[in-house]
């Protein structure tokens, strides 16, 4: 899988989808920080506003560990493998 990695300055969502524009990426991976409804919409939320607005790449949203019970990605690191 190739990936990209950019840094950018400004408002994320807003930046996400104009780098979106420019790479074309195959799909954009965002996560969440799991904010219930009604802070998501007080607050607003980045992964909420690529959704809706990036139309050059799906978006994938990925839920945080707090989200639900464990994370799908482990990006701890540990000498021994685990059984």
Not at 26 to 54: D, P
Not at 56 to 65: C, D, E, N, R, Y
């Amino acid at each position: 899988v190739k990936s990209v990695a950019r840094v950018v300055e400004g408002d994320a969502g807003k930046v996400i989808c104009k780098e979106a524009e420019k790479v074309k990426p195959a799909a954009v991976i965002v996560g969440t920080r799991g904010r219930s409804l009604v802070r998501r919409v007080l607050q607003g939320s980045e992964s909420e506003y690529c959704f809706h607005n990036c139309k050059s790449a799906p978006i994938i949203i990925v839920p945080g560990k707090v989200a639900g019970d464990e994370s799908i990605v482990d990006w701890t690191r540990s000498e021994d493998p685990k059984p």
